[in-house]
C-alpha cells in the first residue's frame, strides 16, 4: 500500500471510530450562536432552539437578545433544560418575526452553534447557511459519520430528510445536447440557502464591468478601427507589472512561445513525434530555424518539436459585431524548444492545406508573420476561454457540486471535505450564463465565435473531455468506467482518492491556472483578441500595417473585451487553497492534516516566491496564497 493511500485509509479509520455523541441530563447548558459576517447577514428575528435527543426532545427555548443578533457577532445564552433528553443527537432552530414586525421575515446567517453540556461536554453543530421564517432548521453536529454508522432512529431519519430536500432543491437540466448538465435554477436569488451567495458578491458581478469601464479612459468606446497599435497604449490608467510586459513583447516570438506554457492557456500544446497530413511542413521549410546540421525529423526523436492544434474550431461561422462579418481560424501551430525557449517555426491558419493556405514562416515578412500569430491568439482566445476555463472548470464544477449535493448528506466525511472546494460555484455559474454566453450575452456581442458557434464548439470539446484528461497521471482505463472513462463506482479507497484529488485539483489549482491571468495577460488586445474582422490571409506578401489594424478588433469591442476579462479576473470574497473558516470537522485527526496540508502549502510559497525573484516575469498564478478553494469568479 503507498504512503499517500494508507494516510488516508488512517484518516478515514480516525474519523469512523469517534464517537459523535454527548450524554447529557437535566441542567444548565451554555450555547453560543455565531452569526455569519456577510453584509446583512445579522437578524432581528426572535431565534428559538431545542434539544433532540434519545429520551426525549427539550421544548423550544428562546435565545433572548435585546439588539438581535448582529453580523459578525458570538452570544452567549444560559438554558435550563428540565427534560432528560439523553443523548444529545440534533438542535432545531425557529425564527419568527419580531413582535414589533410580525409581518417582517428579517433573514439570517447562522455560521454555527456550540452547546456546552453540564458535564463540561462540547458540541459543534455547524450551520454556515440562511434562514428564514417558513421553515425550521434541524442540524447535527460536527463529527463526520457513515450512514452504517447512524443507529439513532432520529439521526436517520435526519439523514434521510436531509437527503430528500436536497433531491428536491437540486434538479438537473440540460445546458445543451452533449455538455454537462446544470443545476435548474434560473436566478441567484433562487439558489437554496445553503448555498446562496451574499447580496454583496452577486452586486458586484453585476456592476464590476462597469468599474472596469471606470478604470479605463474611454467611457463611450467607438466602432472606428484604431489608428494605431501605440493608441491602445493609452487606454488603461492604472496597469499590472505583468500587463505592462506583455504590451512592451507580445509581437516577440518567444514570449509567443512563452505563454503556451506559462500564460493563460498551458493545456493545447502537445510534444509532436510525427506531422500530421495535414500540416506538410518540410525540413527545408524551417531548416533556418533548427541548429546547424539538425533536420525536422531529429528534433522530433529529441523531443523538441510541439504542437498546437486549433482543430475544433475548423469550419465554425464567425459572428456579427456592430454590422460587421467576424472571422475565425482553426490553425496548427509548429514550435522549436531551444535553449531554454519555445520558438513558432511554422503556422498554416485553416485544417485542410493547399494553395490558399500558406504554412507561415518566421523568415516572411513582419507583417504577415505578425498576422499569422495573430489568428493563432485569437484561436487561443477561444479555446481558453469555453474549453479549458468555461468547460473544464466551471462546468465540471457545477456538476460536482450538483452530485455532490444530490448524493452525499452533510454528515457524510466526503461532503465535509468538499463541500469547502463548491462554496459559489453555483451563483458565479447561473450569473455567468445570465450575463456572458446567454444569447444576449458578452459572447455574443463581442467575440468573433458569437452564440451558436459556441455552442457547437463547446459540443466538440466536450466529446474529448475524458477523465484521464482531467487526471493525466491515472491510467488510461479505469475499472467499473463509463465510456469516456469516468469511474461509476469506487472498489478500493484508493480509486476513491484519486477522483476526489481530481475534484479538488479541478476547482482550485485548475482553475487558478486558466482564471486568475485573464486581465494580465488577455487585457492587452492585440494579445488576445476576442474578435478578428477580416479573413485569414490567402497568400503571403498581402498583410500591411493598415490590414493588421483592419483585421483587429475595433475600439467598442476592445474595450468591451478588456472590460470582460477585467470581470473574469477579480476576486474579493476569496479563501485561498488550505484555509477552512467553516468549521465542519471537530475530530483531532482532521485537525491535524488541516494544519500539515496548510504547512506544506506555506513552504511552497516560500519556494516560489525565491524563484519568482529570479525572473523577468514572475509566474504567480499558482502560488498557493492565489489559488482559491473554489471555483469563485
Given at each position: 500500500?503507498?504512503?499517500?493511500?494508507?494516510?488516508?485509509?488512517?484518516?478515514?479509520?480516525?474519523l469512523?471510530?469517534?464517537?459523535?455523541?454527548?450524554?447529557?441530563?437535566?441542567?444548565?447548558?451554555?450555547?453560543?450562536?455565531?452569526?455569519?459576517?456577510?453584509?446583512?447577514?445579522?437578524?432581528?428575528?426572535?431565534?428559538?432552539?431545542?434539544?433532540?435527543?434519545?429520551?426525549?426532545?427539550?421544548?423550544?427555548?428562546?435565545?433572548?437578545?435585546?439588539?438581535?443578533?448582529?453580523?459578525?457577532?458570538?452570544?452567549?445564552?444560559?438554558?435550563?433544560?428540565?427534560?432528560?433528553?439523553?443523548e444529545?443527537?440534533?438542535?432545531?432552530l425557529?425564527a419568527?418575526?419580531?413582535?414589533?414586525?410580525?409581518?417582517?421575515?428579517?433573514?439570517?446567517?447562522c455560521?454555527?452553534?456550540?452547546?456546552?453540556?453540564?458535564?463540561?461536554?462540547?458540541?459543534?453543530?455547524?450551520?454556515h447557511?440562511?434562514?428564514?421564517?417558513?421553515?425550521?432548521?434541524?442540524?447535527?453536529?460536527?463529527?463526520?459519520?457513515?450512514?452504517?454508522?447512524?443507529?439513532a432512529?432520529?439521526?436517520?431519519?435526519?439523514?434521510?430528510?436531509?437527503?430528500?430536500?436536497?433531491?428536491?432543491?437540486?434538479?438537473?437540466?440540460?445546458?445543451?445536447?452533449?455538455?454537462?448538465?446544470?443545476?435548474?435554477?434560473?436566478?441567484?436569488?433562487?439558489?437554496?440557502?445553503?448555498v446562496?451567495?451574499?447580496?454583496t458578491?452577486?452586486?458586484?458581478?453585476?456592476?464590476?464591468?462597469?468599474?472596469?469601464?471606470?478604470?479605463?479612459?474611454?467611457?463611450?468606446?467607438?466602432?472606428?478601427?484604431w489608428?494605431?497599435?501605440?493608441d491602445?497604449?493609452?487606454?488603461?490608467?492604472?496597469?499590472?507589472?505583468?500587463?505592462?510586459y506583455?504590451?512592451?513583447?507580445?509581437?516577440?516570438?518567444?514570449?509567443?512561445?512563452?505563454?503556451?506554457?506559462?500564460?493563460?492557456?498551458?493545456?493545447?500544446?502537445?510534444?509532436?513525434?510525427?506531422?500530421?497530413?495535414?500540416?506538410?511542413?518540410?525540413?527545408?521549410?524551417?531548416?533556418?530555424?533548427?541548429?546547424?546540421?539538425?533536420?525536422?525529423?531529429?528534433?522530433?526523436?529529441?523531443?523538441?518539436?510541439?504542437?498546437?492544434?486549433?482543430?475544433?474550431?475548423?469550419?465554425?461561422?464567425?459572428?456579427?459585431?456592430n454590422?460587421?462579418?467576424?472571422y475565425?481560424?482553426?490553425?496548427?501551430?509548429?514550435?522549436?524548444?531551444?535553449?531554454?525557449?519555445?520558438?513558432?517555426?511554422?503556422?498554416?491558419?485553416?485544417?485542410?492545406?493547399?494553395p490558399?493556405?500558406?504554412?507561415?514562416?518566421p523568415?516572411?515578412?513582419?507583417?504577415?508573420?505578425?498576422?499569422?500569430?495573430?489568428?493563432?491568439?485569437?484561436?487561443?482566445?477561444?479555446?481558453?476561454?469555453?474549453?479549458?476555463?468555461?468547460?473544464?472548470?466551471?462546468?465540471?464544477?457545477?456538476?460536482?457540486t450538483?452530485?455532490?449535493?444530490?448524493?452525499?448528506?452533510?454528515?457524510?466525511?466526503?461532503?465535509?471535505?468538499?463541500?469547502?472546494?463548491?462554496?459559489y460555484t453555483?451563483?458565479?455559474?447561473?450569473?455567468?450564463?445570465?450575463h456572458?454566453?446567454?444569447?444576449?450575452?458578452?459572447?455574443?456581442?463581442?467575440?468573433?465565435?458569437?452564440?451558436?458557434?459556441?455552442?457547437?464548439?463547446?459540443?466538440?470539446?466536450?466529446?474529448?473531455?475524458?477523465?484521464?484528461?482531467?487526471?493525466p497521471?491515472?491510467?488510461?482505463?479505469?475499472?467499473?468506467?463509463?465510456?469516456?472513462?469516468?469511474?461509476?463506482?469506487?472498489r478500493?479507497?484508493?480509486?476513491?482518492?484519486?477522483?476526489v484529488?481530481?475534484?479538488?485539483?479541478?476547482?482550485?489549482?485548475?482553475?487558478?491556472?486558466?482564471?486568475?491571468?485573464?486581465?494580465?495577460f488577455?487585457?492587452?488586445?492585440?494579445?488576445?483578441p476576442?474578435?478578428?474582422?477580416?479573413?485569414?490571409?490567402?497568400?503571403?506578401?498581402?498583410t500591411?500595417?493598415?490590414?493588421?489594424?483592419?483585421?483587429?478588433?475595433?475600439?467598442?469591442?476592445?474595450?468591451?473585451?478588456?472590460?470582460?476579462?477585467?470581470?473574469?479576473?477579480?476576486?474579493?470574497?476569496?479563501?485561498?487553497?488550505?484555509?477552512y473558516?467553516?468549521?465542519?470537522?471537530?475530530?483531532?485527526t482532521?485537525?491535524?492534516?488541516?494544519?500539515?496540508?496548510k504547512?506544506?502549502?506555506?513552504?511552497l510559497?516560500?519556494?516560489?516566491?525565491?524563484?519568482?525573484?529570479?525572473?523577468?516575469?514572475?509566474?504567480?498564478?499558482?502560488?498557493?496564497?492565489?489559488?482559491?478553494?473554489s471555483?469563485?469568479?
Amino acid at each position: 500500500m503507498s504512503r499517500r493511500r494508507r494516510r488516508f485509509s488512517l484518516t478515514l479509520y480516525h474519523l469512523l471510530i469517534q464517537s459523535p455523541y454527548v450524554r447529557v441530563t437535566m441542567g444548565k447548558y451554555t450555547v453560543q450562536v455565531f452569526t455569519g459576517d456577510a453584509l446583512w447577514a445579522g437578524t432581528s428575528n426572535r431565534i428559538s432552539i431545542k434539544f433532540i435527543g434519545t429520551n426525549c426532545n427539550s421544548k423550544h427555548h428562546q435565545l433572548a437578545t435585546m439588539t438581535g443578533f448582529w453580523a459578525g457577532s458570538e452570544q452567549t445564552f444560559s438554558l435550563n433544560i428540565k427534560e432528560n433528553i439523553g443523548e444529545l443527537l440534533l438542535i432545531e432552530l425557529e425564527a419568527k418575526p419580531p413582535s414589533y414586525m410580525s409581518f417582517i421575515d428579517d433573514e439570517w446567517f447562522c455560521s454555527k452553534i456550540i452547546v456546552t453540556t453540564p458535564e463540561g461536554g462540547r458540541m459543534l453543530f455547524p450551520c454556515h447557511r440562511w434562514m428564514s421564517c417558513d421553515k425550521k432548521l434541524v442540524l447535527r453536529n460536527s463529527v463526520a459519520m457513515l450512514k452504517t454508522q447512524d443507529l439513532a432512529p432520529q439521526l436517520l431519519a435526519h439523514r434521510q430528510e436531509n437527503m430528500k430536500r436536497r433531491c428536491q432543491d437540486f434538479n438537473w437540466r440540460i445546458f445543451a445536447p452533449g455538455l454537462p448538465h446544470q443545476v435548474n435554477i434560473e436566478s441567484p436569488s433562487n439558489l437554496p440557502p445553503e448555498v446562496r451567495f451574499s447580496f454583496t458578491k452577486q452586486k458586484e458581478f453585476l456592476f464590476i464591468s462597469g468599474t472596469a469601464f471606470m478604470k479605463m479612459k474611454l467611457e463611450c468606446p467607438s466602432n472606428d478601427t484604431w489608428n494605431s497599435i501605440d493608441d491602445l497604449n493609452g487606454i488603461l490608467s492604472n496597469k499590472t507589472k505583468t500587463y505592462e510586459y506583455v504590451q512592451e513583447h507580445w509581437r516577440r516570438d518567444d514570449f509567443f512561445g512563452y505563454q503556451f506554457l506559462n500564460g493563460l492557456n498551458p493545456m493545447i500544446i502537445r510534444r509532436c513525434s510525427e506531422l500530421p497530413k495535414k500540416f506538410p511542413v518540410t525540413s527545408e521549410m524551417v531548416q533556418g530555424f533548427l541548429p546547424e546540421g539538425s533536420t525536422l525529423k531529429s528534433e522530433m526523436k529529441k523531443g523538441h518539436i510541439f504542437l498546437c492544434d486549433y482543430k475544433r474550431l475548423k469550419d465554425l461561422e464567425g459572428n456579427e459585431i456592430n454590422r460587421k462579418k467576424q472571422y475565425l481560424a482553426a490553425p496548427l501551430c509548429l514550435l522549436f524548444s531551444d535553449r531554454g525557449k519555445l520558438l513558432p517555426i511554422a503556422i498554416q491558419l485553416n485544417q485542410e492545406p493547399g494553395p490558399g493556405n500558406p504554412i507561415f514562416l518566421p523568415s516572411d515578412s513582419e507583417h504577415d508573420w505578425l498576422v499569422a500569430k495573430t489568428f493563432v491568439r485569437n484561436a487561443e482566445f477561444n479555446e481558453h476561454e469555453l474549453n479549458f476555463h468555461l468547460l473544464r472548470t466551471h462546468l465540471l464544477g457545477e456538476v460536482f457540486t450538483v452530485a455532490m449535493m444530490r448524493t452525499l448528506p452533510s454528515c457524510h466525511p466526503l461532503f465535509k471535505l468538499l463541500v469547502p472546494h463548491s462554496r459559489y460555484t453555483l451563483q458565479i455559474n447561473i450569473m455567468g450564463r445570465n450575463h456572458l454566453i446567454s444569447p444576449d450575452g458578452s459572447f455574443s456581442k463581442f467575440t468573433a465565435i458569437g452564440n451558436d458557434s459556441m455552442t457547437t464548439f463547446l459540443k466538440r470539446a466536450a466529446s474529448s473531455l475524458t477523465y484521464s484528461s482531467l487526471c493525466p497521471y491515472l491510467p488510461k482505463t479505469f475499472p467499473f468506467s463509463s465510456p469516456l472513462g469516468f469511474p461509476e463506482s469506487f472498489r478500493t479507497v484508493g480509486q476513491l482518492a484519486k477522483f476526489v484529488t481530481m475534484v479538488i485539483f479541478t476547482v482550485s489549482a485548475q482553475h487558478a491556472a486558466v482564471n486568475n491571468g485573464q486581465f494580465d495577460f488577455g487585457g492587452y488586445m492585440p494579445n488576445f483578441p476576442s474578435s478578428l474582422r477580416c479573413p485569414p490571409p490567402r497568400q503571403k506578401g498581402s498583410t500591411t500595417k493598415d490590414s493588421i489594424l483592419e483585421t483587429l478588433p475595433d475600439v467598442s469591442t476592445t474595450v468591451n473585451a478588456m472590460a470582460i476579462v477585467y470581470l473574469l479576473s477579480q476576486d474579493s470574497d476569496r479563501y485561498p487553497l488550505g484555509h477552512y473558516p467553516e468549521e465542519l470537522f471537530s475530530e483531532e485527526t482532521p485537525q491535524k492534516l488541516k494544519t500539515q496540508f496548510k504547512n506544506s502549502l506555506l513552504d511552497l510559497e516560500t519556494s516560489i516566491d525565491a524563484r519568482n525573484k529570479t525572473l523577468d516575469l514572475p509566474y504567480t498564478f499558482l502560488n498557493p496564497r492565489n489559488v482559491d478553494n473554489s471555483i469563485a469568479i
